[in-house]
């Protein structure tokens, strides 16, 4: 019948392939674009000007992606905006993309939306996407060609109608010293199917104190053949299937493509939906992720990587610019001193002054920027209209729009200037420093899993700031600026952004200056210990007796969980036990209420029998006593009052024996009162039919063969096992 | 070459147990009227391997085995046998002949290893790596029975127990994880030091471990020495010296490093040369130091060579693998046996007798001085030397040793008979294994019963 169902569902599934081709040569492909990167990496600059919006070569960043989605074969794109979306969209409305033949622009705006989660459920409801689309956001460069990935994705959706996504991969080993890729970003684990390419696992955000990837054994059992790979890297490109808009919507709670979308669909074996990658080799696909990442693609932007998103071509929104030797772009209009070296790998934006004597080197310098004399910047990123004054000097620093650094001031490797900051002179801003017009936010969180909450804490105090960021605009506000001169020097305006705690010594990593000598030292020294500290344990466990330490070391976990389990069972059982000779609890309620427990805890009855015994006894030798024929008689009363919950779970002989070994144990251990007092409570116990007579001789039988230590109380009841015998005897 | 090759046939192996006895000795297991240890040797003859050592567990297996070679192999080959105690497990037998081993590298075999993939060419992939160990594997079998798919079959794919998890770069030619036995039924950990210093590794579940192995002679013994709860090569050696590939403890401490560096003083020029000529490995990569300086870490490398798909490579530990290997031998590997097909496509010895009307088919044996009576009919099978078998008998898959007599009307299927059985009149048996000595049988049986 099911069978049936399926095939007829398959058989309209194959009706509907049948007249697919039409369909898709008729459904244009259509694009979302997601213009907020729901991070705060970017910050101090993405208080006062959105990430897509910032000039990546003197091009804001959004230009290359749509640039390349028009290249690639995308008729509509969906321009979701959030943070700043005002200028996101007014930037738009100004440039050509809005009049483009055969490519349409529309923008989705949403001020209350804090994830990529929330944007793609709230695309779902506007009902825009009808087909197929690329999911990506405003910050990737990228000049793949779709055919292919496209053609392949389709395919494997008739195939299989679970194939719901494809996402480009390129390869990137990370270096193994600072467990990171060339842009910054994770080291990233993936397995992939060799021969489907489907994605098995994904592994980013990974955590370095786990030396090992788990690999599920139905993996291998499925798959004979996997690879694993620590050598590619997420272009954060998607083509996905109209489903994916719905996945969103079904589960609410998915935020983040990755470490929710992508490892819920991983791990959710119930609906099957799979993944799927695509490596490109020889195009270029980089999502700017961070200021590494920045500065990485700008160098590979300049060395053509990227073409034909280079700045000698026109593509949208660049100025004519020439090409030179040595990769050197000039565009018009540059004053430039007769003795001021212009170095290889360098962009001079439109109508830039460059003063005598002054070094540039593998640095792009924007629009309207008037350079001193003497100065020296290199691998630096200036943006537009910055003034820097003789004999300043910069290393590896970005400097956004309008930034005045007053002569023969400093910047160290790694520092952050945000809009018109003043930096006073002959001041040296420390490295990894952030300076910024704006106050940090007070609530700062480096944490990920915070940065949501964080970012709509952010938003929300953005316009509050934005008012601030307006009248400085203007003039500064006399106390702000007076109030942190001494921070940056003489004539200095700006706050230096405390770097939030932890973040510290992580600063370097997401930094645009290369990663010091030293640290890499330091780095590959912890590796060493790491990797020692690995084998050490393994050659610890492998010498204390056993052989494969991983297995084993596994089943002592397991061993212990399941001594813990009945620890817990039995403390859960006495709480009970006792909460119910408080409260007075009828006695089948308390037997329902166990029964619960060894169903949850997934006891058997003899294990309730002993904990149930257990608990009794303990609240005998709770009550008050004096002496141990009080006791005695304390523990008579218990019996008796709780026989029927004890009786319960006393099925067949082997958990009478049992109640007898727990005792046993307890007078040993940690009820040593009772020790005097066990032949006793035995024939108390065999008295009120709680254990038969069988039960106490095979108890006995067994104990025969046991060490003289063990029978203590075999000796103490001899007699009374004597009579037993006798009294059984007699029967026969 | 300045190898050494060391067999280890292994005892009275439990697993064989109906099968195996104080007289026939695991090595000596007929496969096509052959003992299996007659395959390795062969195979080893034919790479130009002469000097042997052949390791036995237990006196008495050692003398039945000694005797064999000696009488088969006289001037053939020159072969030590040694005799270890019984359980010591094949990293003891190794440390129990270790005063035998002098050459730079040690190759061993294991005796119940049925295959075509020459030695010589994992020999050659250890020389070429210039690696601490080099494992050869191959392909899972493909289970059971091809044709009759009964329940042999069916046991096969219920039980994943016996191969292993292989980890390899994406060259195919370094080991870097390995899993066997108890650790396949758990999720498999895969180290994160080594992935990301290999960049990508290829994680295969259906390739398993032949036991074939190349060791650097000065490697293992250091091992054996230090190691000395490990037993097996397989579970212990093997898996030790993949997981400390990158931290590589041997040839460090004490004095083996003195030595080594003594003895080796020209061997480690060569090397270097050789290095420098190739592409760097790996491993190279990573012992480096974080600006391309000298060496800081110590590595060592673990190879393997994969049998082609091609190849035959079936290792005789189990009844199953028994019944496998003999129908395999006689049907669709029979370059193997070294026996020459008739046009049938069977092998009969021209002093067996055949009554009138008895068919033997296609990929059957039948050997010296056997006698069939009339209507017989043997399917895909293997009958021993100096048979009796009565008329009207059916033999279809399975295994008849030698001096084995059997009544009128029997009906065997899928079963083994061990040499000197008896099987009277209109016995039927199914899946099963007919212990020798003497034993009559006049029952009918089925499926998985010993005798």
């Known amino acids: 019948m099911g069978a049936q169902k399926k095939r007829a569902a398959a058989a309209a599934a194959a009706a509907r392939v049948s007249e697919d081709p039409d369909d898709l040569a008729r459904q244009p492909l259509q694009a979302i674009l997601l213009a907020d990167s729901f991070t705060t990496k970017f910050r101090p600059i993405t208080l006062e000007r959105p ?12 230009n290359y992606t749509l640039a390349w989605l ?38 989705i705006e949403s001020h209350n939306i804090i994830s990529a989660g929330d944007a793609l459920r709230l695309i779902y409801e506007q009902n825009v996407i009808h087909g197929d689309f690329v999911l990506i956001s405003g910050d990737t460069v990228s000049n793949m060609s779709l055919t292919q990935a496209l053609q392949e994705h389709k395919e494997r959706k008739k195939k299989d109608n679970n194939a719901v996504m494809t996402m480009i991969i390129k390869k990137s080993k990370p270096s193994p010293i600072t467990r990171q890729s060339r842009l910054g970003t994770d080291e990233l684990f993936m397995a992939i199917d060799p021969n489907t390419k489907q994605l098995l696992y994904y592994e980013d955000k990974a955590d370095h104190s786990k030396g090992t990837i788990c690999l599920d054994k139905m993996l291998l059992a499925e798959n004979p053949s996997i690879s694993l790979h620590n050598d590619k890297q997420d272009c954060y490109i998607d083509i996905c299937s109209p489903e994916v808009l719905s996945l969103f919507t079904d589960n609410f709670d998915y935020q983040h493509l990755r470490r929710h979308f992508v490892k819920g669909l991983l791990l959710d074996d119930i609906m099957g939906y799979k993944i799927f990658t695509h490596e490109i080799h020889s195009s270029y696909a980089a999502r700017i992720d961070n200021y590494r990442s920045y500065d990485i693609v700008s160098k590979d932007i300049i060395q053509r990587w990227t073409y034909p998103y280079v700045p000698d071509v026109k593509f949208c929104g660049n100025r004519a610019t020439k090409l030179e030797r040595r990769g050197m772009y000039r565009a018009l209009e540059i004053e430039q001193s007769r003795s001021a070296q212009v170095g290889s790998f360098t962009v001079i934006g439109y109508g830039t002054k460059i003063g005598s004597n002054s070094k540039i080197s593998d640095s792009v310098i924007g629009e309207g920027c008037t350079i001193g004399s003497n100065v020296l910047i290199e691998g630096s990123y200036i943006w537009d209209n910055v003034i820097i004054e003789d004999g300043c000097e910069l290393r590896h620093v970005i400097v956004c729009d309008g930034v005045i650094m007053k002569a023969g001031a400093v910047l160290k490797p790694g520092v952050v200037l945000s809009f018109k900051v003043v930096i006073g002179e002959r001041f040296v801003v420390p490295a990894y420093s952030k300076v910024s017009l704006l106050q940090q936010p007070t609530v700062h969180d480096s944490d990920e899993e915070l940065e949501y909450a964080d970012n709509s804490s952010g938003t929300v105090e953005f316009s509050s700031i934005q008012g601030t960021a307006d009248q400085s605009n203007g003039e500064m506000t006399s106390e702000s600026s007076e109030a942190h001169k001494p921070k940056l020097g003489t004539g200095g305006v700006g706050y230096i952004w405390s770097i939030c705690e932890g973040g510290q010594e992580e600063e370097w990593r997401h930094s645009v200056a290369p990663i010091p000598e030293d640290k890499l030292t330091e780095l590959s020294e912890a590796m060493d210990d790491d990797q020692e500290l690995v084998t050490q344990d393994r050659t610890a466990l492998s010498t204390s007796g056993e052989l494969i330490s991983d297995s084993n070391a596994s089943e002592g976990d397991d061993n212990e969980d399941s001594k813990d389990d009945s620890v817990y069972f039995e403390k859960e059982v006495e709480a009970t036990f006792l909460r119910a000779v408080e409260e007075n609890v009828k006695v089948d309620h308390v037997i329902l209420e166990v029964n619960s427990l060894r169903l949850s805890y997934n006891m058997t009855s003899a294990d309730c029998a002993g904990a149930v015994f257990y608990s009794m006894m303990k609240l005998a030798i709770k009550t008050p006593h004096s002496s141990a024929s009080e006791l005695q008689q304390n523990t008579a009363n218990i019996i008796t009052t709780w026989q029927k919950l004890l009786k319960s779970y006393l099925l067949e002989i082997d958990e009478e024996i049992e109640i007898i070994l727990k005792f046993e144990e307890m007078c040993l251990e940690s009820a040593k009162e009772f020790s005097p007092l066990f032949a006793r409570i035995l024939h108390i116990l065999y008295d009120k039919d709680i254990l038969q007579e069988d039960a106490i001789l095979r108890w006995a039988d067994e104990k025969e063969g046991a060490d003289e230590s063990d029978k203590v109380f075999v000796r103490q009841s001899e007699k009374f096992i004597q009579w037993l015998r006798e009294a059984s005897e007699e029967e026969d | 070459m300045d190898f050494q090759v060391v067999v280890l046939a292994g005892g009275t ?108 060419a994992v020999t050659a992939a250890h020389r070429r790596h210039d690696a601490v160990v080099t494992a050869m594997i191959c392909s899972v079998p493909v289970s059971g029975l091809s044709e009759a798919g009964s329940s042999g079959a069916k046991d096969k794919t219920k039980k994943p127990g016996r191969y292993n998890i292989i980890g390899m770069d994406p060259t195919k030619q370094f080991l870097l994880h390995i899993a066997t036995g108890a650790e396949l039924e758990k999720d498999t950990r895969i180290r994160k030091s080594i992935l990301r210093a290999v960049g990508q590794m290829d994680i295969r579940a259906d390739l398993m471990d032949a036991h074939m192995y190349a060791f650097n002679r000065s490697v293992l013994q250091e091992v054996l020495d230090q190691k000395d709860k490990f037993q097996s090569l397989k579970q212990d050696v093997l898996p030790y010296l993949v997981r400390s590939q990158l931290k590589s403890e041997i040839l460090i401490n004490g004095a083996p490093q003195g030595q080594q560096a003594k003895e080796n003083g020209n061997d480690k020029v060569s090397y270097r040369i050789l290095a420098n000529a190739s592409t760097p490995s790996f491993h190279e990569l990573y012992a480096l130091g974080p600006n391309g300086s000298a ?53 009969i010895h021209p002093s067996a007798e055949l009554g009138s009307k008895t068919t033997v088919g296609p990929h059957c044996m039948l050997g010296e001085g056997s006698q069939m009576g009339d209507k017989c009919s043997v399917k895909r099978s293997v009958i021993g030397r100096h048979c009796r078998i009565g008329s009207n008998v059916k033999v279809v898959n399975s ?31 199914k899946d099963c294994q007919v212990l020798s000595l003497s034993t009559s049988v006049f029952l009918s049986l089925s499926s998985n019963e010993y005798l």
């Open chain 1, 51 to 62: 990430k897509v919006l910032l000039p990546l070569v003197n091009v804001p960043m959004i």
């Open chain 1, 70 to 107: 028009e290249a690639a074969g995308v008729a509509e794109v969906f321009v979701f905006c959030c943070a700043h979306s005002k200028q996101v969209i007014d930037y738009l409305e100004n440039s050509e993309w809005f009049s483009q033949p055969n490519f349409t622009v529309k923008t």
């Open chain 2, 13 to 120: 192996s439990k697993k064989l147990v109906p099968l195996v006895s104080k007289e026939v000795p695991k090595a000596l297991l007929p496969v096509a009227n052959r003992p299996v240890l007659s395959y390795v040797l062969e195979q080893l003859e034919l790479s130009n391997i002469k000097d042997l050592i052949v390791v036995v567990e237990g006196a008495d297996a050692a003398l039945c085995v000694g005797g064999w070679i000696s009488a088969a192999y006289v001037d053939r080959l020159h072969v030590e046998v040694a005799t270890v105690p019984e359980d010591v497990g094949t990293a003891g037998a190794l440390r129990a002949i270790a005063h035998h081993l002098t050459a730079k590298d040690v190759l061993v075999v294991s005796g119940d290893l049925v295959s075509d993939v020459p030695p010589g």
């Open chain 2, 295 to 347: 060496p800081v870490r110590r590595t060592h490398k673990c190879c393997v060579y994969i049998a082609s798909n091609s190849k035959y490579c079936v290792r005789l530990n189990s009844i199953q693998a028994f019944m496998d290997i003999n129908r395999d031998v006689i049907g669709e590997a029979n370059h193997l046996s070294g026996y020459n097909f008739s046009a049938q496509n069977n092998i």
């Open chain 2, 399 to 429: 295994v008849v040793m030698n001096h084995v007599t059997i009544g009128d009307g029997c009906s065997i299927q899928g079963s083994v008979i061990c040499s000197n059985a008896q099987l009277q009149e209109r016995v039927a048996l």
